[in-house]
């Protein structure tokens, strides 16, 4: 039986500090009663060590390459399920029933169209702005219009703010994408499902038949089931940061968009493919990259590689790479970069700099691959993440909420100047 407290000797004194137990996994101090007993507080630069609240969404075990939605293991929900149904096991906690699905998808479908006034909001961008900076706009901007804020007490409209915002947030990322392309946008066709939709929305032209290929919309589904949650990541502590101040899901979500715009966050996945275009540009001289990737005095870094938790390999870079073979077989792509991503997670992985400090690579290693497979420009793929990333952030919204999590506000070690008197512009 371990330990149910930890010990602090400070000060001449003892304090003990119960230990919060947990189904799997890491156990955690409970410190908040620290600062007034001690007069300490703890430092975390980054909250390696710090849990920020309790949660029974998602799982993951960063040694053992383990990954559980709901406590279901990731290759049998990418396997066996489909990304509505996942949104809907992680809002819900349950795989649905057929009569559950049917009811969740209606939902959604209820809110599968977008206010017109969106659309001139939308044409005011220069079609040269990222698609994030111009999702994370447009998504704030559907509070303007569902100014109702979300009663977390009324089940039914905490669902029926998840289902609108799942529904419109397809269009929105669908129409960056035809943005960027100066193509003229899709609406929603309610007789396909959501990832078919979606798909639709981007690629369908206007001068042509439209024609759903069952491997790109079987490619897409499965990569935004592996994008769908991963516990408290940068972008969705960002999401439950802004939410403990109880402002609206919207602007929450906006909020995550940003902090997933980020190239050590979801960002990797362009930067990666725009890594693997310099090396082929340069020769394919992966040996080179590796090393710079190595020089401290260098700060160019193997984008895709490393991950804050798993240091193991990350399940769903395993599940991604044989996905990507698979399409591009199947499509009868030969893509260089696919060659040069192999060579050099072959090489990083043999290397003693990346072996020791546990690198491998992570879903954003080779997702990219299957995107530009996929005909979806590289500034693209992050919106990709963002769109597999909603039902996570969402549900991870409604907990904090449902668990009154207190409004977040971290303290600090403050290292500046002491107290001093104001001096006169003309005496400095
Ligand atoms: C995602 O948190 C999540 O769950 C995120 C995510 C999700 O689903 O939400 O999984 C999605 O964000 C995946 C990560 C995508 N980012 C990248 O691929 C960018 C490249 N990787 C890194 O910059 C880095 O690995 C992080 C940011 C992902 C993790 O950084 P950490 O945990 O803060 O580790 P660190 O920066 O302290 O690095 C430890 C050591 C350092 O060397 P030393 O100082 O010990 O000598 O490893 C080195 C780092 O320099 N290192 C790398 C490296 N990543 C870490 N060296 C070269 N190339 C890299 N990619």
Redesign the pocket.
Known sequence: MSDNKVVLNYGGNSYEYPIVESTLGDRGIDISKLRDQTGLITLDL?Y?NTGATISEITYLDGDKGELYYRGYPIEQIADKSNFTEVMYLLLHGELPTQDQFSKFEAGIKNYNYIADEMKRLIDVFPRSAHPMGVLSSLTSALTAFNPKAVDVNSPSDLDHAAEMLIAKFSHLCAWTYRKKLGLPINHGDNSLNYVENFYRMCFRRPNEEFHLDPVVVGALDKLLIL?AD??Q????STVRMVGSAHTGLFASVSAGISALWG????G?NQ??IEMLEMIEQDGGDVAKYVEK??N?DDNF??????????KNF?PRATIIKKAADDILNSLGIEDKALDIAMQLERVALEDEYFVS?K?YP????YSGIIYRALGIPTEMFTVMFALG?LPGWISQWKEMRLHNDPIGRPRQVYQGAQKRDYIAMNAR
């Open positions: 980054g390696k994008h991963h516990e990541n940068c972008s969705t190239p050590l966050h979801g990797a930067a990666v990737a190595k401290k870094r193997l984008m895709g590689f490393g991950h804050r938790v798993y990350d400090r690198l992570n879903v954003d290693f990333r």
